[in-house]
């Protein structure tokens, strides 16, 4: 009766490890753990609005590697200090404050939400620094798309914590 049942469970552990595979392979993909991404987009004639997206679970981790958070302290309220002090955005050569706007969470991500007080079609040049957790977690990226009149991703590590682009000239 031992020897059955200890083939039967075999057979069945072998049978369904594919499937185990492939959805632990799924959740892996799903989420990484290791990006933070950033999204400047138009919103209006004269503004832009920054959209920061990380993964729910990853923010309590983040901000106490970075040590910004108190533990009677919001947490979302901690992460849009945070990266209102770590991330700058200098468009035209100007220094331009990102203004918080908003927050929210979807489907186990946070969204936070800022201004910039830019026309997207005067824009010739963005500078954008950012050191945001890459320097407390150093497989961290930010991963930046500047969906303006181009859509143009970069990757911004703890090696490299800055990107300059400049637009093509608005037809």
Request: charged letters at 15%; a neutral charge.
């Amino acid at each position: 009766m031992n020897y059955l049942f200890r083939h039967l469970f075999l057979f069945a552990f072998f049978a369904f490890l594919p499937l185990l595979l492939v959805a632990s392979a799924a959740s892996l993909t799903a989420h990484s753990g290791n990006r933070v991404y950033y999204t400047i987009e138009p919103q209006s004639d004269s503004t832009l609005l920054v959209r920061v997206t990380l993964h729910e679970h990853d923010l309590a981790g983040l901000l106490a590697r970075e040590q910004a958070c108190a533990p009677s302290q919001d947490l979302t309220i901690c992460a849009v200090e945070l990266i209102r002090q770590k991330m700058s955005v200098t468009i035209n050569g100007t220094l331009t404050p990102m203004i918080p706007s908003g927050s929210s969470t979807t489907s186990h991500d946070v969204v936070l939400l800022y201004v910039l007080r830019a026309a997207p079609s005067h824009i010739r040049t963005m500078t954008i620094e950012n050191t945001c957790f890459v320097t407390t977690t150093p497989k961290l990226e930010n991963i930046l798309n500047l969906a303006l009149r181009e859509d143009v991703m970069y990757s911004l590590t703890k090696d490299r914590t800055s990107i300059t682009h400049t637009f093509k000239a608005a037809p």
